[in-house]
């Protein structure tokens, strides 16, 4: 599928089921560090986010942490 076809069908769902901000690519940085809230070891979370570097998976948590403790203070 064609990006653009990607997008376009997600935010045709993405309304239907009344989740006006949010977009497929902020799912995968919330999958992933839920995963890593979880515990899950970095390897099965790469593997899982079909990610080629296992760093991956620790920057996109620190960025996630990060960005909810300068939302806190």
Same mark, same amino acid.
């Given at each position: 599928? &064609? @990006?653009?076809? #990607?997008?376009?069908?997600?935010? !045709?769902? *993405?309304?239907?089921? /009344?989740? @006006? /901000?949010?977009?497929?690519? /902020? #799912?995968?940085h919330t999958v992933v560090?839920? #995963?890593? &809230?979880? /515990?899950? @070891? @970095?390897?099965?979370? !790469? =593997?899982?986010? *079909? !990610? =080629? $570097?296992v760093k991956i998976p620790?920057?996109?948590?620190? *960025? =996630?942490?990060? $960005?909810?403790?300068? *939302?806190?203070?």
């Amino acid at each position: 599928m &064609e @990006p653009t076809n #990607l997008s376009h069908s997600f935010a !045709q769902l *993405r309304e239907t089921a /009344g989740l @006006p /901000g949010v977009r497929l690519h /902020g #799912l995968r940085h919330t999958v992933v560090s839920l #995963l890593m &809230e979880l /515990g899950l @070891p @970095p390897h099965v979370v !790469q =593997a899982i986010a *079909r !990610q =080629a $570097d296992v760093k991956i998976p620790f920057k996109v948590y620190a *960025r =996630a942490t990060l $960005d909810a403790c300068v *939302r806190l203070s």
